[in-house]
């Protein structure tokens, strides 16, 4: 997968507008109810970090279109959940998929509305959650904020851990499928450590 996101990018480079589009799509298909469980969308976007760093494309334009496809997408997600959601239910796909977004909907009601922002970082619940919270009525300010925050550091890290791949492809390879993981870690670590602070003063 890695091999052939490098190529594909790399066919475009002639003119990286065309890149830049490329990932807010892929970005937007990550994230979006249904359609991130089945796209790896992931892969090319910590691709086109890597390759941001050997100066094919501007890493800050990268960051942006995949920033502004994964927070549209969440919000889409949102409202689908949010106005259709008994039409959903009903379609062949939703059917299945019902057990990730039993996941979810279990994750959201045990997390609430911050769920939103750690979903982003688990693979299965990034374009599940959203959905969800839109089905459960979340307020749609509280969403938009966890939705944005996420949506930055999501971006930001994924773009940035492709330019920081001083290992190349190899360690894309071997750590790819951990990297949700250490990721969500990593910030309810920080998310944690800020409360505990805050309580102590």
Known sequence: ?????KQLLLS??????????????????????FLGLIVPGAAIVVTAGLLSAKG??????????????AVLADLA???LGKKYFDYVTTTKI??????????????FKKHGGI?????????????????VAGAMKM??????????????LWGAAYIGFGYLSNEGLKLLSNLFDRLDYLTAFAIILLVMIFFIRKIKR
């Open 56 to 69: 094919y494309f501007n890493i800050y334009w990268l960051m942006v279109f995949a920033i502004f496809g």
């Open 12 to 33: 475009l480079k002639n003119n990286s507008l065309y890149v830049y589009v490329f990932i807010f799509i892929v970005s937007f298909t990550e994230s979006f109810a």
């Open 77 to 79: 997600s949102f409202v």
């Open 139 to 152: 307020n749609t300010a509280a969403f938009l904020f966890w939705a944005i925050l996420s949506g930055i």
């Open 94 to 107: 939703y059917a299945k998929y019902r057990d990730y977004f039993s996941k979810g909907e279990i994750f």
């Open 115 to 131: 769920s939103v922002f750690f979903g982003r970082f688990i693979g299965f619940l990034r374009p599940v959650i959203p959905f």
């Open 1 to 5: 997968m890695e091999e052939f996101s």
